[in-house]
């Protein structure tokens, strides 16, 4: 269908000018080079092509090209991939950001330990302050040498336990400086490939007693239970949502759920509950 045709009239527009530098450099009996050239096939679908362009006498040019449709193809997947990998750690950095936001603020102390080391990676300044620390001070510490000597063993065996059994346990004992009583709850939780336990601080007699115990055995079960629970505002947006939510929805980390709105979440439910009753 090209024969009898102006060689401009087969390719695109943009590629014009290449095409002309391209022909006058073969006529000129310049060195070979490589040009880039569009052709324009039916549909409006592109036919890239890579020529180098050869006088032959007589006021004939050969044009000897290979086909980068593969090629294309590849960058195009490879900046699709690019955009994409872009679009994820900026979702990220976002997650991650919040994540900050509400560890730093929540009303709860919160302790994260590294599972193999027992040492602690992060504590919010509430559990800074029970400790009795500045809110830097704690970081790179065993958790267990914040605790009387006596103590330290009991520490110990409550995060090993919850390593090894993958099940939440509670501890009760003394603080190390202000020899008030402190609650742990801990629980293993997922970070990617880290494996963490998030231990939360209470003073449940500080309150005044029983009340206060009660509390804590409430939050206590919410927290544990087996069945996923969310906690949502009249807006739909997830406020705290527990492991058992997690693990059923996929989910490594409570920050990528809390501040969204639940539906954003349904499709994903519905799947995970259909596998979970087959």
């Known amino acids: 269908a090209w024969r009898g045709r102006p060689v401009e009239s087969v390719v695109r527009g943009s590629s014009r000018p290449l095409l002309k530098k391209m022909l006058k450099s073969a006529r000129d009996g310049d060195p070979a080079t490589r040009f880039d050239i569009n052709h324009l096939l039916d549909g409006g679908r592109d036919l ?10 007589g ?6 090209g290979r086909d980068l449709r593969v090629v294309a193809e590849l960058q195009s997947r490879l900046l699709a991939n690019r955009q994409s990998l872009e679009r994820n750690a900026r979702h990220q950095r976002q997650a991650e950001a919040h994540y900050r936001l509400l560890f730093e603020t929540a009303s709860e102390a919160i302790v994260i330990v590294d599972a193999g080391s027992g040492k602690i990676r992060e504590a919010n300044p509430r559990a800074a302050a029970i400790l ?14 914040l605790f009387q000597k006596h103590q330290q063993a009991e520490v110990q065996a409550m995060l090993a336990g919850v390593l090894a059994s993958g099940t939440p346990m509670t501890l009760d004992l003394s603080g190390a400086r202000s020899g008030e009583r402190l609650a742990l709850a801990a629980e293993l939780f997922r970070a990617g490939d880290l494996r963490l336990i998030m231990v939360r601080l209470s003073q449940p007699y500080a309150a005044g007693g029983r009340e206060a115990e009660t509390d804590l055995g409430l939050d206590a079960i919410v927290r544990n239970a087996a069945e996923g629970i969310l906690l949502t505002d009249e807006q739909g947006k997830v406020l705290w949502a527990n492991e058992s939510f997690l693990a059923l929805a996929g989910v490594p980390l409570a920050a990528h759920v809390v501040g969204r709105a639940l539906d954003r979440k349904s499709t994903r439910l519905n799947s995970s509950h259909e596998r979970l009753s087959r």
Request: proline share 3%; aromatic share 10%.
């Open 132 to 145: 009795g620390f500045a809110d830097t001070g704690l970081g790179g510490r065993k958790l267990s040498a």
């Open 48 to 57: 890239p092509v890579q020529y180098s362009a050869f006088s032959v006498g």
């Open 59 to 64: 006021g004939q040019t050969v044009l000897l």
